[in-house]
């Protein structure tokens, strides 16, 4: 008798366990695991429209000035900012201009794309790149002011008419670099093997 009690409390604990088990233990387990799931999936989410998350401006003008004291100003016709990258301002047709040191005659850039970093005073341009002074107009795929160097660097099939001298001379060549205190510009190809191609027209 007392054996067979023995075993018929034995099971009823054992049924006792298994049911905490089953109905308290593990249900108390996986939902803190799903709600840590969910807090990454929420978590996630956020980040993303933080970083898609933009203001908007139009008819916009950005002025920056370099250790020279020379003043470069770049008009868009919109641009934006992402939160999560304030110094970085995107441009949508951008026009810039500076007066070049030397003979303060005007230089002007226009693209259907740009990006004005803030911090670094770099202006890059995109897509249908134009480049014009009284001296030379350049077209290209790309170019990138840089306000601390002085520099215009010019690249991507890059066409550039000398209009100096009552002549017209047209170079086709890889890069161009323009110094805006000296108005000097050169123009060469990215491999020694290659040199530039000019051709001269009345």
Do not use: W
Request: net charge positive.
């Amino acid at each position: 008798m007392n054996v067979k009690k023995i075993i018929q409390n034995t099971l009823l604990l054992f049924s006792i366990i298994i049911l905490f088990y089953t109905y308290y233990y593990l249900p108390s387990r996986y939902n803190k695991v799903i709600k840590v799931e969910d807090q990454k999936v929420i978590s996630s989410e956020k980040n993303n429209q933080r970083q898609n998350t933009k203001n908007t401006f139009t008819n916009t003008e950005y002025k920056s000035q370099n250790s020279k004291g020379e003043t470069y100003i770049t008009k868009a016709k919109e641009s934006y900012i992402y939160q999560e990258k304030p110094n970085q301002i995107y441009l949508v047709e951008p026009y810039s201009f500076t007066k070049l040191k030397k003979d303060q005659t005007l230089i002007e850039i226009t693209s259907s794309t740009g990006l004005y970093d803030k911090e670094k005073k770099i202006t890059s341009y995109d897509n249908n790149v134009n480049i014009k002074n009284k001296n030379y107009l350049i077209t290209s795929d790309s170019a990138k002011h840089i306000s601390e160097k002085n520099m215009i660097f010019i690249s991507g099939n890059v066409v550039m008419k000398d209009l100096t001298l009552g002549l017209s001379h047209v170079a086709y060549c890889d890069i161009v670099e323009i110094n805006t205190l000296t108005n000097d510009a050169a123009a060469y190809m990215n491999s020694k093997d290659k040199r530039v191609i000019t051709k001269k027209f009345k």
